[in-house]
């Protein structure tokens, strides 16, 4: 071989070499930008989720919280609508003559089974204008279905009067309407 023929084999190993390497780093080079790609994928990934997950909570909550306040205002408005109806029936009952007033009371505390002394609160008034008579009525009536030797009277008028318009408190040991 000549010496021509042997640098020209030379360069050519050395070039093949050359390329080898160049081939070998080439493919580590794309294999780590490949596992980098991923790695950062699977981070943004891993902070999208996080990020999405927070985005639920705080929607979640405040979407609680809309609908708790919503509650509240629907509350408020029937509320509103009940005491509106309770004042008109007031205006009512205030507007009925006297005997009126007095039968209706009378009829809504002979409903009631008493079997324990109650004392019955009516406004200063009620108390003045038709105290005495409504008790001695509710009394009364009871005396009929009462066997003998029982005391009929349970319904005692409070010396204290109530702070309301109209109609009654009436009051037991166990419990206030």
């Given at each position: 071989?000549?010496?021509?023929?042997?640098?020209?084999?030379?360069?050519?190993?050395?070039k093949t070499e050359a390329e080898r390497l160049l081939k070998g780093t080439r493919e580590g080079l794309e294999?780590?930008?490949?596992?980098?790609?991923?790695?950062?994928?699977?981070?943004?990934?891993?902070?999208?989720?996080?990020?999405?997950?927070?985005?639920?909570?705080?929607?979640?909550?405040?979407?609680?919280?809309?609908?708790?306040?919503?509650?509240?205002?629907?509350?408020?408005?029937?509320?509103?609508?009940?005491?509106?109806?309770?004042?008109?029936?007031?205006?009512?009952?205030?507007?009925?003559?006297?005997q009126e007033y007095l039968e209706l009371l009378e009829g809504w505390l002979n409903r009631l089974e008493l079997?324990?002394?109650?004392?019955?609160?009516?406004?200063?008034?009620?108390?003045?204008?038709?105290?005495?008579?409504?008790?001695?009525?509710?009394?009364?009536?009871?005396?009929?279905?009462?066997?003998?030797?029982?005391?009929?009277?349970?319904?005692?008028?409070?010396?204290?009067?109530?702070?309301i318009k109209g109609g009654f408190i009436l009051r037991t040991r166990k419990f206030e309407i």
């Amino acid at each position: 071989m000549t010496l021509e023929r042997i640098k020209a084999h030379i360069l050519e190993q050395a070039k093949t070499e050359a390329e080898r390497l160049l081939k070998g780093t080439r493919e580590g080079l794309e294999l780590r930008l490949s596992r980098a790609r991923a790695s950062l994928r699977e981070e943004m990934e891993g902070r999208l989720a996080a990020l999405d997950q927070k985005l639920q909570e705080e929607n979640a909550f405040a979407l609680s919280r809309l609908r708790a306040q919503n509650h509240l205002k629907l509350l408020e408005l029937k509320n509103q609508i009940v005491e509106g109806i309770f004042h008109r029936v007031l205006e009512h009952l205030l507007s009925l003559p006297a005997q009126e007033y007095l039968e209706l009371l009378e009829g809504w505390l002979n409903r009631l089974e008493l079997r324990e002394r109650a004392y019955l609160r009516l406004s200063p008034e009620d108390t003045n204008r038709i105290g005495e008579e409504l008790v001695n009525r509710i009394n009364s009536s009871r005396k009929a279905g009462t066997p003998p030797g029982v005391s009929s009277e349970v319904l005692f008028l409070d010396t204290d009067t109530a702070p309301i318009k109209g109609g009654f408190i009436l009051r037991t040991r166990k419990f206030e309407i």
